[in-house]
């Protein structure tokens, strides 16, 4: 079940995306609801903070935080610039 602050911030992102990112995309090729889902959910007293991401191969990923006391959301944008394989030991050598 999806909690209600969980569709807060994918709704965030669907909006984020489509009013800042692709403003030269058509309507058709507009991010929607069902494109986006929650990688990793966390709520602490009145603050919560969500990592989303979206089925679109673009890379983009998205961290919303809460602040519960001021009722706000801040939006982070990030771009995968790479993924690097690291084998456990190469860090412990």
């Excluded at 790479?82 to 412990?92: H, P, R, S």
């Amino acid at each position: 079940m999806e909690h209600e602050y969980m569709k807060v911030a994918r709704e965030a992102v669907v909006k984020y995306y489509n009013d800042r990112l692709d403003r030269e995309l058509s309507y058709k090729d507009r991010l929607s609801y069902n494109e986006t889902f929650i990688v990793w959910f966390s709520k602490t007293l009145q603050n919560w903070k969500a990592l989303v991401s979206t089925t679109l191969s673009d890379g983009m990923y998205f961290e919303l935080t809460y602040n519960g006391d001021k009722d706000v959301i801040y939006l982070d944008a990030y771009k995968k610039a790479e993924n690097v394989e690291i084998w456990g030991e190469e860090l412990w050598d």
